[in-house]
């Protein structure tokens, strides 16, 4: 398994090591063969790493350790599993979070994106006004496999006026991980997908 690699301080020859807490939030992920259906599909469960407080506080803290000094305004999440660390990551930075939802989740008037998937459409909505023209977000979700819902809330955002600074996942397909991007945005990711 290959994970994130961090340039050592001061190391010699560009001397490159993984980061220790990288394997054990790679082993706190269960692999589901089949779900949520019989399709061929190794469903990546987080709620497995979410039972490991130590291995989640780590998984946040690479993240705010990444983000704490770009001047970040927001941290916008995506339903469901973005909603579990977007708020941490926003409070730890000292940004505000924007849940991006499923359609008719939101009580107010909202802006929306519709997006194919692979197996049909889908739409993300957010709030008028939750974000501000030219604020600094990040796109946090859980998992990128063919990139089409980051897409659709890069857009979402930018339509808003926001400027997406970068997409962050916990884990990505193999395809995603080191220098990628989605709508012209990296996309930083801690772990790949396990089969």
Do not use: W
């Amino acid at each position: 398994m290959r994970e994130k690699m961090l340039e050592e301080e001061g190391g010699e020859n560009g001397a490159v090591a993984v980061d220790p807490r990288l394997k054990a939030i790679s082993e706190s992920i269960r692999v589901v063969p089949h779900f949520p259906n019989q399709v061929r599909i190794m469903f990546n469960d987080i709620t497995t790493l979410l039972l490991h407080p130590g291995v989640f506080k780590d998984a946040v803290d690479i993240f705010v350790d990444r983000y704490r000094h770009m001047t970040i305004s927001a941290v916008a999440g995506i339903e469901a599993r973005g909603f579990i660390f977007g708020p941490a990551i926003a409070l730890a930075i000292g940004a505000k979070f924007i849940p991006l939802r499923k359609p008719k989740k939101l009580p107010g008037e909202v802006i929306s994106e519709k997006y194919v998937l692979e197996y049909g459409t889908d739409c993300l909505e957010m709030h008028v006004g939750a974000v501000q023209p030219e604020e600094r977000v990040i796109v946090i979700d859980d998992l990128v496999a063919t990139g089409g819902t980051l897409c659709a809330a890069i857009r979402l955002l930018e339509r808003a006026g926001a400027e997406v600074v970068e997409c962050a996942c916990l884990i990505g397909l193999p395809k995603f991980k080191g220098y990628c991007r989605l709508n012209g945005k990296p996309v930083y990711v801690l772990v790949e997908s396990r089969q």
